[in-house]
């Protein structure tokens, strides 16, 4: 494998003497999905913002094309590293200016219309009030706010567990496209083993803040598919 | 010396604090407690005040009343951050913001010349001054603290987009600055037509000319509002930073939904 995208070291990350990821390791190859997959509780939303320093880790190291990210700057780190949440969270009194935010405080430009076409949207939707659209649909706009300053890398937190099946089936789409299109590097974070099976090219599971193991999907399920399911399932 | 008939007759309107624990007893609101605890702590804080007063005009020296100012200061910021007490540095904040905006506004209209420095005018004043800056610093604080956990979602996802601590809480710094200054705009709006204010009231009582009560009150009212403002934005300023890290991160403990 070449030098991967992002290489998580023996990280740790801990609030009021609970640790939340008690030394995980992980790879994320540049232009693959990768899933984190794991019960909940397990510290995957947690790793996803130690990788973009929404949280700082107590020990333990992010690196981002071999530098470490500790040794940059925050703003410029989560402007090459972009975020998707469970919730879209748009503000702004249009999705023109919902999806332009990040671009605008960065000073740099974007088009907004472009992005709408790129997430799959209707260009002419820009005037509208987020709160207006669906939740699907503001979903989408967030994965184009998050473009609009050109990451090099995509995280996204369960970003379909606040959505109808068929929502679901259209972002997964659009992460599968976005991932081919753009040859974006993702890290998708999922509790849903069937989704992991649609979305991803290769699977980080964890456990009680700890790394099991890492795996190309094709091995994943052969593996680990069982052991995974029992996990989530919480039964060990 | 009529003092003591005065303090008697108003005791007398402690039937309608009656009549408020009554309704407070119908209504099962439970607040008889808390309407007798206010009524003892006011009695006996304006006693010793007045005595205070009385033993600082006796004084004439500007020395203690700057003095009495700084506690009701230290006071004040000591009851705001007992109210927002789970917020870092609230009373250190407070304080600070409290005490600029009574001094800058104190000060400049002693410098103007629109109040003479003497105790008569600075610790009533003084005293409007801090009260008011200190409701308006507790809203401030708690809507802050308040908004940065229900709207943790927002907060988070303008940092992922790289945008600062600062430019990540400004809608919600808005609206707190917002809520602490609309109660007093609309006082100041409304002022003389829906109710006389207080000082204008009391000195109206006391046998002054109405239109040297109204200039005074003007006076009051303007700087009420200069310094209220000056507290809430201080407060805004200083305060969010206690919930955020150096590296713009939302800080551990500040818990969400």
């Known amino acids: ?236 | 010396m009529e003092g003591l008939q005065t303090v008697g007759s108003a005791l007398l309107t402690l039937g309608l604090v009656a009549v408020a624990i009554a309704l407070s007893l119908y209504e099962r609101l439970d607040l008889e407690r808390e309407i007798g605890v206010a009524v003892v702590r006011s009695f006996v804080q304006l006693a010793a005040i007045g005595y205070v007063i009385n033993f600082i005009f006796g004084l004439e020296s500007i020395g203690a009343v700057a003095l009495l100012l700084a506690g009701m200061v230290l006071f004040a910021a000591w009851t705001s951050a007992r109210r927002a007490g789970d917020v870092p540095r609230a009373f250190v904040v407070v304080a600070l913001a409290v005490g600029v905006a009574a001094v800058a506004t104190l000060g400049l209209l002693l410098a103007l010349g629109v109040i003479p420095a003497t105790a008569r005018y600075l610790i009533p004043l003084g005293g409007m001054v801090i009260g008011n800056s200190m409701n308006a610093a507790s809203l401030t604080l708690t809507r802050i603290r308040d908004d940065v956990r229900e709207q943790r979602p927002k907060v988070e996802a303008a940092l992922a987009l790289g945008a600062t601590s600062r430019q990540a809480v400004s809608p919600i710094l808005k609206t707190a600055l917002q809520r602490a200054l609309i109660p007093l705009i609309d006082a100041t709006k409304t002022t003389g037509i829906i109710f006389l204010p207080g000082a204008m009231v009391g000195m109206i009582i006391a046998g002054a000319d109405p239109l040297e009560a109204v200039r005074l009150q003007i006076v009051v009212l303007y700087m009420l509002l200069g310094s209220v403002s000056i507290a809430a934005i201080l407060v805004g300023t200083l305060s969010y930073r206690s919930f955020f890290t150096p590296s713009h991160q939302i800080r551990k403990g500040v818990s969400g939904e």
């Open chain 1, 1 to 236: 494998m070449d030098r991967p995208k992002i290489e998580v070291r023996r990280l740790r990350y801990g609030v009021g003497g609970t640790e939340i990821l008690a030394g995980v390791d992980a790879l994320v190859p540049d232009g693959d999905v990768t899933a984190i997959v794991g019960p909940s509780g397990a510290g995957k939303s947690t790793l996803l913002r130690a990788i973009n320093r929404l949280v700082e880790p107590s020990s333990g190291e992010v690196y981002l094309d071999g530098e470490a990210t500790g040794s940059l700057d925050p703003l410029e780190l989560r402007r090459r590293v972009g975020m998707v949440f469970q919730i879209p969270a748009l503000f702004g009194a249009s999705v023109e200016e919902a999806i332009l935010y990040g671009a605008r405080i960065a000073g740099r430009s974007a088009h907004a219309g472009r992005l709408l076409e790129l997430v799959g949207l209707d260009p002419s939707m820009s005037g509208r009030a987020p709160e207006t659209l669906s939740v699907g649909q503001q979903q989408r706009v967030s994965v184009a706010r998050a473009l609009a300053l050109e990451p090099e890398a995509l995280l996204l937190d369960e970003p379909t567990s606040a959505l109808d099946e068929a929502a679901r089936r259209k972002i997964e789409d659009l992460v599968r496209e976005l991932n081919a299109r753009l040859g974006l590097t993702m890290v998708f974070v999922s509790h849903d083993l069937s989704q992991v099976g649609r979305v991803a090219d290769r699977v980080v599971l964890l456990a009680e803040g700890k790394s099991v193991g890492e795996w190309e999907r094709e091995d994943f399920f052969s593996a680990a598919g069982e052991r995974a399911r029992r996990l989530i399932a919480g039964r060990h």
